[in-house]
């Protein structure tokens, strides 16, 4: 089964490393949460009572438009990792994923919680974290501790936190509902173009 879930990646002792991708074909998505009624309900904070996903009341309604933006970036040719927390229910597996264009791979979150052999149909790799070194990034679902940026990697593209985001350009976050999307002109729900985080963490590192 290991070989199944692996197919296309390589190991270098030092994490799972990504074969050479193409940043314009390759797009990031954390935290769809599909069939998770009460994300929908999530609020800011207690004195906030705006909700982290105010265009949907439901799953039903919220699964439906992320299938839509989803499919609307993403090319049947293109790579989608998605990053932790797919569906908190089976059948959805079965249900949404065959729905969503891309070859997808999976970097598992504290949600995915099912058997690995459960998402291999759907995914062509599966997960804790996975490397890019061309781009100096690695991509873990919660975010790594600022102590493993600097030396193996410069940056880290996350999910896990849903709106929150870190106040450190070394970090971004690629949930659903995150606030880092603004900064790149990118609207919620909406899997991210790799090549686009690419010149965010360019342009930080050069305005710093």
């Given at each position: 089964?290991?070989?199944?879930?692996?197919?296309?990646?390589?190991?270098?002792?030092?994490?799972?490393?990504?074969?050479?991708?193409?940043?314009?074909?390759?797009?990031?998505?954390?935290?769809?949460?599909?069939?998770?009624?009460?994300?929908?309900?999530?609020?800011?904070?207690?004195?906030?009572?705006?909700?982290?996903?105010?265009?949907?009341?439901?799953?039903?309604?919220?699964?439906?438009?992320?299938?839509?933006?989803?499919?609307?970036?993403?090319?049947?040719?293109?790579?989608?990792?998605?990053?932790?927390?797919?569906?908190?229910k089976r059948?959805?597996?079965?249900?949404?994923?065959?729905?969503?264009?891309?070859?997808?791979?999976?970097?598992?979150?504290?949600?995915?919680?099912?058997?690995?052999?459960?998402?291999?149909?759907?995914?062509?790799?599966?997960?804790?974290?996975?490397?890019?070194?061309?781009?100096?990034?690695?991509?873990?679902?919660?975010?790594?501790?600022?102590?493993?940026?600097?030396?193996?990697?410069?940056?880290?593209?996350?999910?896990?936190?849903?709106?929150?985001?870190?106040?450190?350009?070394?970090?971004?976050?690629?949930?659903?509902?995150?606030?880092?999307?603004?900064?790149?002109?990118?609207?919620?729900?909406?899997?991210?173009?790799?090549?686009?985080?690419v010149e965010?963490?360019?342009?930080?590192?050069?305005?710093?």
């Amino acid at each position: 089964m290991l070989s199944i879930i692996r197919k296309a990646v390589t190991s270098n002792g030092k994490g799972v490393m990504a074969s050479s991708i193409d940043p314009d074909k390759t797009y990031l998505i954390s935290d769809l949460h599909f069939g998770h009624d009460n994300v929908y309900k999530f609020t800011f904070s207690e004195s906030d009572s705006r909700r982290i996903r105010p265009w949907a009341s439901n799953s039903t309604e919220g699964d439906e438009i992320l299938i839509q933006k989803w499919n609307s970036v993403v090319g049947r040719n293109d790579l989608v990792f998605v990053v932790g927390d797919v569906t908190l229910k089976r059948e959805h597996l079965k249900e949404i994923l065959p729905r969503l264009n891309g070859t997808k791979r999976l970097i598992a979150g504290n949600h995915d919680r099912f058997r690995a052999i459960e998402y291999v149909p759907f995914f062509e790799f599966i997960g804790g974290m996975v490397n890019l070194g061309q781009f100096g990034i690695t991509i873990t679902h919660a975010p790594v501790h600022p102590s493993c940026l600097g030396f193996r990697w410069k940056y880290n593209i996350h999910g896990h936190l849903h709106e929150k985001t870190i106040p450190d350009s070394r970090y971004f976050n690629v949930s659903v509902e995150s606030a880092n999307r603004d900064e790149i002109g990118v609207e919620f729900g909406v899997p991210i173009q790799l090549s686009k985080i690419v010149e965010f963490f360019f342009n930080e590192r050069n305005e710093c």
